[in-house]
C-alpha cells in the first residue's frame, strides 16, 4: 500500500528531497562581500600607511583654471591689479628702471626741527594731499637711457619734426659728471619729448612729476627710515638721498618764469636763498625724472610707437 501511495504522488517526493538549483548563489552572496569590504579595509590601511611615511606633505595642487589649462580649454585670466601701476607694460617691454610707490595721503611738511627741513623749507609748500596712490622713478633718467631717445629722434625721417626735435636736445646732455650716471643737460622741453617717446614705447603714460609729488615722495620714504645725506657723501644710488642730492631736476609744476625745480647737486645748493627755484623751460637745462599714475594707458602703444608723432 506504502508504495502504490509514492507512486500516486512521485513528483511531490523529488522536489522537497532535491535541493533547489537556485539557493546556492544567494547563500554565497554575504561571504563573497565581507570578503571584498575587508580587501578594500586592507588597501586604504595600507594607503595611509604610505601616505604617512613617503609622502610627509602633500604637492600643491594646480588651481582650477590650471587644470582646464592641462586639458586644452581656453582660460580667461582675471583682470591684473592696477594697484601697481605696471599693467600698461607689456611682457616683452618691462621698465627699464626701478619705480617707488607712494601711497595716497595727507603728507605733512616737516618742522624746523626735522631733519629734512632744509631740503623741503625752500619750496614753500604746504600740506600736501595726494588723492592716489603713484610711481616715482628711484633714480633720475640716466644718459644712457636718454640716449636710446636721443638715437630715435635721429633715426626719423629728415624733416621740420625731426629738426624741432633735435633743436630741443640742445648740447648738453651727454656731459655727465664723473661718477653720476645721471643725465642733467636737458630743458624742460626734452624731457617732455622724452616722457611722450618712453610712453609711446612701454604703452605707459609717463609724466614728469609735480613738485608736491616729488615733496611726497621725499615725506614718504624718510618716515620710513631712510637716512639723510651728509655734505661728504658723493653721488648715492639710495632712492631718497638721489631725490634729495642726485641734482636738481625738472618738475611740471609752473612758475612766473618757467617751471619749479627741486632736488641739489650737493648739501645747501639749488636752496636758492631759501626760496622756490623757479627756471626758464627752454633757456635752462638740469636732470630729470619720470612718475607713473596707476591705470594710465598709452593708447596705440607698443609696435607702433616708432612712427607715431610726438
Not at 49 to 64: K, M
Not at 166 to 183: D, H, I, Q, T, Y
Not at 272 to 295: E, K, N, S
Request: glycine fraction near 10%; charge should be neutral.
Amino acid at each position: 500500500m506504502a508504495r502504490r501511495q509514492r507512486a500516486a504522488h512521485p513528483a511531490a517526493v523529488r522536489v522537497r528531497r532535491e535541493p533547489s538549483s537556485a539557493a546556492g548563489p544567494v547563500r554565497q552572496r554575504p561571504a563573497r562581500a565581507k570578503t571584498l569590504g575587508l580587501g578594500l579595509a586592507v588597501l586604504l590601511l595600507l594607503l595611509g600607511i604610505f601616505t604617512a611615511v613617503f609622502l610627509p606633505e602633500w604637492p600643491e595642487w594646480p588651481e582650477w583654471p590650471e587644470w582646464r589649462s592641462l586639458i586644452g580649454w581656453q582660460v580667461q585670466k582675471p583682470p591684473q591689479d592696477t594697484s601697481s601701476g605696471q599693467t600698461c607694460l607689456p611682457p616683452a617691454q618691462p621698465t627699464p628702471f626701478t619705480l617707488l610707490s607712494i601711497p595716497a595721503g595727507t603728507y605733512n611738511l616737516p618742522t624746523p626741527t626735522s631733519g629734512l627741513y632744509p631740503f623741503t623749507h625752500p619750496h614753500r609748500l604746504e600740506t600736501i594731499v595726494i588723492s592716489a596712490p603713484f610711481l616715482i622713478q628711484e633714480q633720475p633718467v640716466s644718459r644712457a637711457l636718454f640716449k636710446q631717445y636721443v638715437d630715435f629722434v635721429e633715426s626719423r625721417e629728415a624733416g621740420e619734426e625731426q629738426e624741432h626735435l633735435r633743436s630741443r636736445l640742445g648740447f648738453s646732455w651727454n656731459k655727465g659728471e664723473a661718477g653720476s650716471p645721471a643725465v642733467k643737460g636737458v630743458s624742460l622741453e626734452a624731457g617732455q619729448d622724452f616722457s611722450r617717446w618712453l610712453s609711446q614705447k612701454t604703452g605707459c603714460a609717463y609724466d614728469l612729476p609735480a613738485r608736491e609729488e616729488w615733496a611726497a615722495a621725499v615725506i614718504h620714504l624718510y618716515n620710513a627710515g631712510a637716512p639723510l645725506p651728509r655734505p661728504s657723501d658723493a653721488f648715492d644710488s639710495t632712492p631718497l638721498k638721489s631725490l634729495l642730492q642726485g641734482g636738481s631736476e625738472w618738475t611740471r609744476s609752473p612758475c612766473a618764469t618757467g617751471y619749479h625745480l627741486v632736488g641739489a647737486d650737493d648739501w645747501g645748493a639749488g636752496s636758492g636763498g631759501g626760496q622756490p627755484v623757479c627756471m626758464p623751460a627752454l633757456f635752462a637745462v638740469a636732470g630729470f625724472r619720470v612718475v607713473l599714475h596707476p591705470g594710465n594707458q598709452q593708447p596705440g602703444a607698443g609696435a607702433t610707437a616708432e612712427k607715431t608723432n610726438h
